[in-house]
C-alpha cells in the first residue's frame, strides 16, 4: 500500500508542476505561490474538519520542526520558475536527483533526528544509474 501510494505522490507532484507552472506563466510566480499555499491551506482545512482533527502546538517540538512549510513555498515557487524554461519533466527530474543527494546525506549523517542508515557501494550504483538518466535527458 505505501509503496502505491508513492508511486501516486510521483504523478501527483508531475501534474502539480504542471498546473502551478502554467499559472504561473499567467499571473506570475510569486501571485501563484500565494494563490496554491491558500488553496492548499482550504483543502487542509476541509480535511481536517470531517476528519475532527485539532492542531496542537507542543514546546516540546523544536521550533525547525514548524518550518518544513517555508521549504514547501520555495519549492513551489522554484518549480514554477524552472517549468518556464524547462517543461515539466526537467523540474522533476532534476529536483528528484537533489532528493536523492539530500536524503543520502541525511541518512549517512543521521541529521534531523534520523536513523542512521550508511551510504554504501551498493546505493552509489543506483545513484550513478540515476544522474546518467539525467544528464542524458539535459543533454538531448
Given at each position: 500500500?505505501n509503496n502505491?501510494?508513492s508511486l501516486?505522490?510521483g504523478?501527483l507532484?508531475?501534474?502539480m508542476?504542471?498546473?502551478?507552472?502554467?499559472?504561473s506563466?499567467?499571473i506570475?510566480?510569486?501571485?501563484?505561490?500565494?494563490?496554491?499555499?491558500?488553496?492548499?491551506f482550504i483543502t487542509?482545512?476541509?480535511?481536517l474538519?470531517?476528519n475532527?482533527?485539532?492542531?496542537?502546538?507542543s514546546k516540546?517540538?523544536?521550533?525547525?520542526l514548524y518550518?518544513?512549510?517555508?521549504?514547501g513555498?520555495?519549492?513551489?515557487?522554484f518549480n514554477n520558475?524552472?517549468?518556464s524554461?524547462l517543461?515539466?519533466?526537467?523540474?522533476l527530474a532534476?529536483?528528484?536527483l537533489?532528493?536523492s543527494?539530500?536524503?543520502?546525506i541525511?541518512?549517512h549523517f543521521?541529521?534531523?533526528?534520523?536513523k542512521?542508515?550508511?551510504?554504501?557501494?551498493k546505493?552509489?550504483?543506483?545513484?550513478l544509474?540515476?544522474?546518467?538518466?539525467?544528464?542524458?535527458?539535459?543533454?538531448?
Amino acid at each position: 500500500m505505501n509503496n502505491i501510494l508513492s508511486l501516486s505522490i510521483g504523478a501527483l507532484i508531475s501534474i502539480m508542476i504542471a498546473i502551478n507552472g502554467v499559472l504561473s506563466s499567467s499571473i506570475g510566480n510569486y501571485q501563484s505561490v500565494v494563490i496554491i499555499h491558500i488553496v492548499g491551506f482550504i483543502t487542509m482545512i476541509l480535511v481536517l474538519i470531517p476528519n475532527k482533527a485539532r492542531i496542537n502546538f507542543s514546546k516540546d517540538i523544536p521550533l525547525y520542526l514548524y518550518s518544513a512549510g517555508a521549504i514547501g513555498v520555495f519549492t513551489v515557487l522554484f518549480n514554477n520558475i524552472g517549468f518556464s524554461v524547462l517543461g515539466v519533466s526537467m523540474p522533476l527530474a532534476l529536483g528528484l536527483l537533489g532528493q536523492s543527494l539530500t536524503s543520502i546525506i541525511i541518512d549517512h549523517f543521521g541529521w534531523l533526528g534520523m536513523k542512521v542508515v550508511k551510504f554504501d557501494i551498493k546505493k552509489s550504483f543506483g545513484l550513478l544509474l540515476i544522474t546518467s538518466g539525467i544528464i542524458i535527458m539535459t543533454i538531448f
